[in-house]
């Protein structure tokens, strides 16, 4: 079931310059990476949409400065993410309560811990009838 969420084609890029993102698994969480050098945790908002997903968006404010700069201009220009929004179905076995983030290195870094097996004992214990 898993693989159905995080597989390739959950995610199509919106277009060629979009940040590249890993998912990765263990037995205790999920871990999802995006690429984003020259961001900061100021240029990321997540959140947990209403329809059980997480939403990772990113907006960097480029500030243009007219600098002379030995008269150079790009020619090409691809590591310059203005504006990227990606949201992810998550898993049912995701914790949601204790979900982090961190960026470090030009990489933000989403911690999805599991639920333990007895938590989603308790999640789908069945209820007797009296």
Known sequence: MFNDFFDNDWMVKANATAPAINVLESDTDYKVEVAAPGMTKEDFNIHLSEDNELVISMEKKNETKEENNN??????????????????????????DKISANVTDGVLTVDLPKRTPEEKAKINRVIEIH
């Open 71 to 96: 008269n150079r201009k790009y020619l090409r220009r691809e590591f310059s993410y203005s504006k990227f929004e990606q949201a992810l179905v998550l898993p049912d076995d995701v914790e949601k």
